[in-house]
């Protein structure tokens, strides 16, 4: 729009300079000597470059809440107690639990143990095997963003009104031109912004406790104690306990979108303001300038898909359609440059160029939005008939 601002002025002040710098008659606004009117209708195919086109991609997955698929946290401790407290703990291999006067003094003569191998210096050691399932999420949404823009083309048939008065500017007839071409459009992109991973590790808990047997003359295995007693007593508290977790297995959900997006665009413009021709022989140059109506039709539509995959395969979780449509009327200006040569007094060939500058406008459907600069550029060839 800026650049048919700076060229129109020109245009006409140019337009209106005398055809030469010393026939002052030759200045201003003269009829020509045929005194009559032409007019002509041409038609022909034509290439317009309608704009560029920005997507803002944006998709409904990241805002989902999803539930676990895999289970969660838990804990299963075996029945040892805490390693500071008096209590009752009995083990893989063994046990170690209260008797009369272990309150009053911290010593049990009721335990008891399985092997020999458990009997380590002058310590005693006791296995137990708990579990643990830890759950865990990893979430990526990268959220709407800019897609590169790209340009709207494509085949845009244009038919076009001239007509020319024996007026004249200098060498230049006046006169005024009318267009109207139309065109359909489309931008299409998949792409994928959201994916999140569920992960549970389950583990087991292996924990040896050991207790300071030091003078202590420990019966050989298989050894049971009683509460009742008597026998060789040892401290109900372990004097050390080890836990070491080892993975035992896994489970997955990893979950991702894929987003189908599109828009269709139908571009009529009509183009109306004057013209200046310029005859050489059988060639005519004419350039015209106004104001141009963009009637834009469109149609959004966008496809997601959230699917997760699991040790059963991979399916569909959820899906959105959205669409959307409309019609946007937008004023603009043109500026337009013709040759043509005349075949016959009837018919002839044209070759036009036409600069579009109109307002830009946004649409979409659902979370995408499309932003749509409608300047461009059109170039045709045109069959001319000169109306007698």
């Keep these: 729009m800026n650049l048919l601002r700076t ?22 606004v003269t009829t020509s000597a045929a005194g ?29 809440a999803i539930p676990s698929l895999v289970g969660g946290d838990s804990l299963v401790t075996p029945p040892i107690g805490d390693p500071g407290t008096y209590g009752d703990r009995t083990y893989n291999d063994g046990y170690v639990r209260q008797d009369a006067g272990t309150p009053a003094d911290g010593y049990t003569w009721n335990w008891g143990y399985d092997r020999a191998d458990q ?28 897609i590169p823009s790209s340009e709207l083309e ?47 590790q389950d583990y087991r808990l292996d924990y040896v406790d050991r207790y300071d047997v030091s003078g202590v003359l420990v019966p050989q295995a298989p050894y049971q104690g009683t509460s009742g007693g008597p026998g060789p ?21 990893v979950f991702s979108n894929t987003v189908f997006s599109s828009l269709e665009l139908n571009a009529l413009n009509i183009t109306l ?22 009637v834009y039709d469109w149609e959004a539509r966008q496809d997601e898909r959230l699917d997760v995959t ?4 991979t399916t569909a979780y959820a899906r959105w359609l959205d669409q959307d449509d409309g019609v946007k ?23 036009f160029a036409r600069l579009d500058a109109a307002k830009d406008f946004t649409v979409g459907a659902g979370p995408t939005h499309y932003e749509v600069d409608p300047s461009g550029v059109t170039i045709g060839m045109m069959l001319r008939y000169r109306l007698p």
């Design 233 to 253: 007593t040892i401290g109900n508290l372990p004097s050390s306990r080890e836990m070491t977790p080892v993975l035992i297995g896994s489970e997955s959900a």
């Design 329 to 351: 009327f937008r004023p603009g200006v043109y500026l337009q440059g013709d040759a043509s040569y005349r075949l016959t007094d009837l018919i002839g060939v044209t070759g």
């Design 273 to 294: 303001g004057p013209s200046l021709t310029l005859s050489q022989g059988d060639f005519d140059f004419a350039v015209s300038a106004g104001f141009s109506l963009n």
């Design 310 to 313: 699991t040790a059963g395969g």
């Design 7 to 28: 060229l129109l002025p020109g245009l006409l002040v140019v337009a209106a300079q005398p055809a030469t710098a010393g026939d002052a008659k030759s200045a201003g």
């Design 119 to 146: 009997l380590q210096g002058n310590q005693l050691a006791f296995a137990a095997t708990g579990a643990q399932s830890i759950y865990s999420e990893n979430r990526s949404a990268l959220g709407a963003g800019p």
């Design 36 to 64: 009559d009117w032409e007019f002509s209708i041409s038609a022909g195919p034509a290439w317009r470059q309608l704009g560029d086109v920005r997507v803002l991609g944006g998709y409904r997955s990241g805002g989902l």
């Design 154 to 200: 494509g085949l845009a048939p244009h038919l076009q009104f001239d007509a020319v008065s024996p007026h004249r500017l200098g060498p230049f007839r006046v006169g005024f031109s009318a267009g109207l071409d139309y065109m359909s459009a489309d931008r299409n992109l998949a792409f994928s912004g959201f994916s999140m991973t569920q992960l549970r």
